[in-house]
């Protein structure tokens, strides 16, 4: 497996080795020990989770404010531009985001550690996106932060307007967010 770091330290590009032939191919998804190693910690994953999104759709950015949840995501069908915001008030990339495109044909995986935002932007006609999880979805804790907040610049490989949930669309910015959270 080739372990790339990116400019959010706890962030990390996991891409595995794929053996393919003719007759298709094979390639580890997940490796408890392998995983530890990539991301220099024991990580215990709760739930899996399956999403099936049209192109142009974006999800996100989203966390929760207890119960946060660490996420092992990658796409098994289309492609997508992945992201993840630091929202870690002490951390020295804190506002920062890192963008990597997965997809069915790299089968890259992005480790998302817990305490950071997350979302995804479809590029493909759609796309089926799996992520496993540190802790379990909790609705009642889960927030979002805006997918264009200018304080956070995140740049979107987009042609017009995303589509997005409601909840998305009415989602405040990154600082907003976090001040009413700490309220």
Same mark, same amino acid.
């Given at each position: ?16 080795? !794929?053996?393919?032939? @003719? ?19 024991? !990580? ?40 993840? !915001?630091?929202?870690?008030?002490? @951390? ?20 998302? /550690? ?7 932007? !479809?590029?493909?006609? @759609? ?11 909790? /609705?009642?804790?889960?927030? @979002? ?16 307007? /995303? ?21």
């Amino acid at each position: 497996m080739k372990i790339s770091p990116t400019s959010i330290s706890d962030v990390v590009l996991l891409e595995p080795k !794929v053996f393919g032939d @003719s007759r298709g191919f094979f390639f580890e998804s997940y490796n408890e020990d392998a995983f530890r190693q990539a991301v220099g910690q024991e !990580v215990r994953f709760v739930q899996d989770n399956h999403s099936r999104s049209a192109r142009g759709v974006l999800r996100g950015l989203h966390y929760q404010v207890k119960q946060p949840q660490g996420k092992l995501v990658r796409v098994v069908r289309g492609t997508v531009f992945d992201v993840a !915001v630091d929202i870690r008030p002490a @951390s020295p990339t804190f506002g920062k985001w890192v963008g990597v495109e997965l997809s069915e044909d790299n089968h890259r995986q992005l480790w998302v /550690p817990p305490g950071l935002a997350h979302g995804f932007l !479809v590029l493909s006609e @759609s796309a089926d996106f799996l992520y496993k999880t540190t802790d379990y979805y909790a /609705p009642q804790y889960e927030r @979002s932060i805006a997918w264009n907040d200018p304080a956070i610049g995140i740049r979107w490989p987009l042609n017009g307007e /995303p589509t997005l949930s409601a909840k998305d669309a009415a989602a405040p910015t990154m600082a907003d967010g976090l001040r009413r959270d700490a309220e």
